[in-house]
């Protein structure tokens, strides 16, 4: 049995004329007698009664015409699937995210791009930097927003520049620096740091620890590692300890009484700033790629 085979049979079914079965089928009668006859000793039941005046289904034939009739739709359904998938307008696409960066345009993208590609399965990842860039060097992650200095080692990988945000230092009210106007790496270097970051990453690779080290020229003290802003914000609250993040992180808590967030700033006075982008594997075949890149634009 194939898919011709059960088209000739509903063509039949439905004129229950061999004849004009087969002109709606563009093939000749007796290709559509003999496609019959095949299905019918392939199913092992007769479909039709027929003789020379007339033809009408069995019992077998008009119980098989309406699962006959449900498999072709599928298939046609299955086609449809396929060929939006192929355009990028169906299918999945998984999407890693750092720590935090719910609250950066990360959302509006998302946004945007249910509503252009309703179709696109979407499931969310999230990770650091380096457990995002494994996902997607293995296919585990389709397409990762992350911190952009620390992917460019990758030769593996395509990467699009998303933003530059502020970088913001966050201390408890009070503090002997929150009186300042800005605050520089070599101000923090003994205070005690809360680093936004998954428990079960070692230090050595967080990338707070490694912008410090590059701009202050020295390794942090780590007091805490908090993966939830809202944890992070209320520790530095209660004096645990100061953290450096984006100011998309710290921009709810900008008015809030119990904290101080100032601009970071480097030793010549410049902005501190960090970049964000998106990145995925050059490799990577899924159409929904560009799908997502073209909302993006």
Request: charged share 20%; hydrophobic share 40%; aromatic share 8%.
């Amino acid at each position: 049995m194939n898919l011709n085979q059960l088209e000739y049979f509903v063509a039949v079914a439905e004129t229950l004329n061999f004849t004009r079965a087969a002109e709606r089928c563009y093939i000749s009668q007796t290709a559509m007698t003999q496609q019959i006859r095949s299905l019918e000793k392939s199913i092992g039941v007769p479909l039709f009664d027929r003789d020379s005046h007339h033809v009408q289904l069995t019992a077998a034939g008009s119980a098989y015409l309406n699962e006959a009739r449900a498999i072709l739709s599928r298939s046609n359904e299955a086609i449809r699937i396929a060929r939006l998938a192929d355009e990028g307008v169906s299918g999945e696409l998984t999407l890693g995210f750092i720590s935090g960066y719910g609250h950066s345009d990360f959302i509006p993208i998302l946004r945007r791009f249910r509503q252009s590609c309703p179709g696109i399965q979407t499931t969310l990842l999230r990770g650091n930097s380096s457990v995002l860039t494994d996902h997607l060097v293995n296919q585990r992650c389709d397409f990762a927003f992350t911190i952009s200095p620390f992917q460019r080692t990758n030769p593996l990988l395509e990467h699009r520049h998303l933003r530059r945000y502020p970088v913001m230092a966050v201390l408890p009210a009070g503090h002997k620096l929150s009186r300042k106007q800005a605050v520089t790496y070599s101000d923090l270097e003994h205070c005690p740091f809360i680093m936004m970051q998954p428990t079960d990453r070692p230090k050595d690779q967080m990338e707070e620890s490694l912008l410090i080290y590059r701009r202050g020229g020295y390794l942090p003290q780590i007091a805490a590692i908090e993966g939830e802003p809202e944890t992070l914000m209320l520790m530095i609250a209660a004096g645990l300890g100061v953290s450096v993040l984006p100011e998309y992180i710290t921009r709810p808590y900008e008015n809030s009484k119990e904290l101080a967030i100032l601009p970071m700033v480097r030793q010549d006075g410049a902005e501190e700033t960090v970049d964000f982008e998106v990145c995925w594997l050059s490799t990577n075949t899924n159409p929904a790629l560009e799908r997502l890149l073209s909302v993006m634009e």
